[in-house]
């Protein structure tokens, strides 16, 4: 294996992808701890039981394998919101509701797809814990936006979901063939009582609209003025849609739930919604920044002082201080282009190099 | 910031049908789209933010699953077999109506019972569709993937069977075989992608113009 060959999905990042990435996770990070989101950090491995228990993922999209420690069944965990579940639930179960933790690192996926094919990504996100009201999805859907805003994330497209929508029509019936149709939009597929719910999505005022008299026996009016609520409290410089039988990724929400897409990448930069966790209601939001940094995001110019020998320590101490990136030939076959710089030391003086 | 819509069309069976459909959504393309002998791949409509690309069938879900095209048409026997996550088909366009079958030779069908197959060898065009079919009723498909003239498969001994689209029957039969069972009816569809068919407001009032062109 002397080509460096990866498996199928991973990747290496190298300069200046790598720093785009944690500039990234770190804008994010910042802006939801300053909302009072405090991080946590899980480990990359658990047993098994416990990666599937929280939320439902199914062990089948784990990649597993024995502990040869303890003899159980391990997993790299897929998404790190179960685990923060579980802190909140255990450790942090006696602090006082709502808990409210962020988080961020890489996450495995067992299969890729073609249109998916990257098997690990960076996650971040924010969950709170012990509570689902409206106003406790309007705080997570507004930290969401300015955590993305905060890291250059442009043209923000907000598309709002009801994941309990069918089971709340159909209460007590199987409807998992139903909603895999609906969320196709396949409208050949679907029963002409449900298809008004395929036309029903578009731009938020209109398609709640079409929600509202589409729910003639008025089951959904509790749920609908709370989304209304919730879109009430937005910025409004984001555009809102609705699209009331979204499943991608909405495996385990209740009410509410929530995908965010931009301008720099096709398909969804985040998602999140409420769901209950260890009997508890939350609400919460993660985003997979890796199609931003491909798109070139928070990519900063590269500035790079080329520093000759003999340069004084204190000079190029100064320099930093300055804000400058200083690279010290060590040899004297060194030189600023082999060190892929912009500027050289010469006079005492920054100077660019053509 | 409108971005340019990118409308994939299939070559073939289905174009002329659609043609109509959408000048009655209101897209109406440039005359070398028509033209048999220009070898160009995209082409300007009368929208000035619309462009169509003429390409495979098979290519076209994959233009609007990647998003690389924002909208398309293409029949349903298309969208189930690639079954991907990022298509959106809310519209059937009730046009290029046809079946996609089990089809077999006439003497082997004469004493064949489908109800008693354990494990069939079948060559397609549509390897995942196949499986999925043959899976949920019990029986493991072994599938030949080929990209065209299934029909003679069977006669050379590449297959016992074959799952293609039949609509007259004609070419199965001019070929010694017949139909057995049928997978699914068949029709083309309005395909977009699902980002922006939810961030692009232009492509969600083309579904709707598109809806409105089947009902009138």
Known sequence: MTTGLLPTGFRDRLPPEADASARLVRAVLDTVASFGYERVQTPLAEFEASLTGALGTSSRDLLRFVDPVSGETMAIRSDITGQIGRIAATRMGHHPRPVRLSYGGPVVKLKATQLRPEREMMQVGAELIGLDSVAAATEVVTIALEALKAAGVKDLTLDLTLPDLIDTLLPGTDTAALKARLDAKDIAAVPADFQPLVAAAGPFAEAIARLRAFDARGVLTDRLDAIDAVVAGLPADVRVTLDPTERHGFEYQSWFGFSIFSAHTSGEIGRGGSYRIGGEPAVGFSAYIDPLIDAGLAQSERRRLFLPLGTLPQKAAALRAEGWVTVAALHDGDSAEAQICTHILSNGRPTPIA | ?216
């Open chain 2, 1 to 216: 910031m409108q971005q340019p819509i990118i409308f994939a069309v299939p070559k073939g069976r289905i174009l002329e049908e659609a043609l109509p459909m959408l000048s009655r959504a209101g897209i109406v393309p440039e005359p070398a789209f028509t033209d048999g002998k220009s070898r160009a791949l995209k082409f300007a409509t009368n929208r000035a933010d619309v462009s169509l690309i003429r390409v495979r069938a098979f290519d076209v879900a994959t233009f609007v699953a990647h998003g690389a095209a924002q909208i398309g048409i293409v029949g349903s026997d298309v969208i189930d077999e690639f079954d991907y996550s990022e298509l959106y088909a809310p519209v059937d366009l009730d046009i290029g109506h046809c079946r996609i079958s089990v089809a077999e030779p006439a003497e082997m069908a004469a004493s064949d019972d489908p109800r008693s197959w354990s494990h069939v060898r079948v060559a397609t065009k549509y390897p995942n569709l196949t499986r999925k079919h043959f899976s949920a009723r019990g029986v493991q498909a072994e599938c030949v993937k080929l990209n065209g003239a299934m029909e003679i498969a069977p006669s050379l001994g590449l297959s016992s069977r074959i799952v293609d689209l039949v609509s007259s029957g004609k070419t199965l039969q001019e070929n010694g075989l017949v139909e057995v069972e049928v997978i699914a009816e068949v029709s083309a569809r309005l395909i977009v992608n699902r980002a922006a068919f939810k961030t692009n407001a232009a492509v969600g009032a083309l579904v709707e113009a598109f809806r409105a062109a089947v009902d009138g």
